[in-house]
């Protein structure tokens, strides 16, 4: 198993965040080498900034990922934008820590180098986050049952 230095930040005032331990769990299942992350965890209107100032996005989106290096080990930070998850998870019909789950998943495939820009790309990104949630219990989050 890869190893993991990991720390959580919380920026946000949302209630029902997962815990560290939850957090922690769900990098753990995606990692495929040694890694260092941390998440923060933010509202509104920093989710705006960053994805205003990286991306040239002016809207809250639900994950950021900031790869850092690849050497001596994968180092990166993961940004989740509480409000946006919350949101999704009502719009969606989803439980909200499975969609926490899922952007967490999806940030750290993120900071392995996936991408979801070319349908192939997106394809296989899919598939690796509906086996990695299937392991931690969670249903497919991109069936039709859990968007309806």
């Not at 809250?60 to 999704?88: H, K, Q, R, S």
């Not at 086996?131 to 859990?146: M, Q, V, W």
Request: glycine share 4%; hydrophobic share 45%; charged share 20%.
């Amino acid at each position: 198993m890869p190893a993991l230095d990991f720390s959580l930040q919380i920026a946000s005032n949302s209630a029902d965040l997962p815990s560290n331990a939850q957090f922690k769990r769900w990098v753990r299942a995606a990692l495929r080498v040694d890694t260092s992350v941390t998440i923060r965890i933010v509202d509104e209107a920093e989710g705006r900034q960053l994805n205003a100032d990286y991306r040239g996005k002016d809207y809250a989106t639900n994950v950021l990922t900031f790869p850092l290096t690849e050497v001596p080990v994968l180092m990166g930070d993961i940004v989740i934008c509480a409000p946006v998850v919350a949101a999704e998870s009502v719009a969606q019909h989803k439980p909200l820590l499975a969609h926490y789950a899922h952007m967490t998943v999806h940030g750290v495939l993120h900071l392995h180098g996936y991408d979801h820009e070319v349908d192939a790309q997106a394809e296989l990104m899919e598939a690796m986050e509906v086996a990695i949630l299937h392991r931690l219990g969670f249903a497919n989050p991109y069936a039709e049952s859990s968007l309806t």
